[in-house]
């Protein structure tokens, strides 16, 4: 069944999906009435025509800034720095961060060829460049596994000398080698109260 090993090997490619899972889901779909097919056909093209990118800080968003960097109630003085755009909802979470975010879409990772130029770092220096004395703080949330801290410390190099701001590191709370989108509220939310400068 050719279409069938299709089907399991586009539904592998998605995140945390593994052969088996890939093989539930694809018999799920089949067996799902049409209505239900249909509509997840017609919400994914929806949305993919919908959704873009924030033109500030690259959070997706279906207007051309995001709720967060049109909000007047945000501190411009504090930008956020992280991975993924699931890593904005989990410290929004947490409650414990008012500022601005910027969305580099994924990690350094020379293993696999990403590097600084695959991400929004340019934009990210352009962005800060702008920002002047308003910046008081530019905190790095990337993940704390292999690839966030080589992030995290190209970036402190790169922002480094240049402002008034301070470059800080979201610190204790935060287990080596997790994923910020799977941290429980109070654990984020303290390792941001305790970031470090870097």
């Given at each position: 069944m050719k279409s069938f090993s299709k089907l399991i090997a586009s539904l592998k490619r998605l995140p945390g999906i593994g052969p088996k899972q890939a093989e539930r889901l694809a018999v799920f779909l089949l067996r799902a009435p049409d209505?239900?097919?249909?509509?997840l056909v017609a919400a994914l093209r929806e949305a993919k025509a919908a959704i873009r990118p924030c033109r500030q800080c690259f959070d997706f968003t279906e207007s051309d800034l995001c709720r967060l960097c049109s909000d007047?109630?945000?501190d411009r003085g504090l930008l956020c720095v992280v991975s993924e755009t699931q890593d904005v909802?989990?410290?929004e979470r947490s409650r414990g961060y008012k500022g601005l975010y910027h969305v580099l879409h994924g990690a350094l990772s020379p293993l696999e060829g990403i590097g600084p130029e695959a991400l929004r770092v340019r934009e990210l220096l352009d962005r800060v460049g702008r920002a002047g004395a308003t910046l008081r703080e530019v905190v790095l949330a990337t993940d704390p596994d292999a690839e966030g801290e080589a992030t995290a410390l190209y970036l402190s190099q790169k922002?480094?000398?240049g402002g008034s701001f301070k470059v800080t590191r979201i610190a204790h709370g935060v287990p080596m080698g997790g994923d910020l989108d799977?941290?429980?509220e109070r654990?984020?939310?303290h390792a941001l109260a305790g970031r470090t400068e870097v």
């Open positions: 209505f239900e097919t249909d509509g007047p109630d945000r909802t989990a410290i922002l480094k000398g799977y941290i429980d654990t984020l939310s």
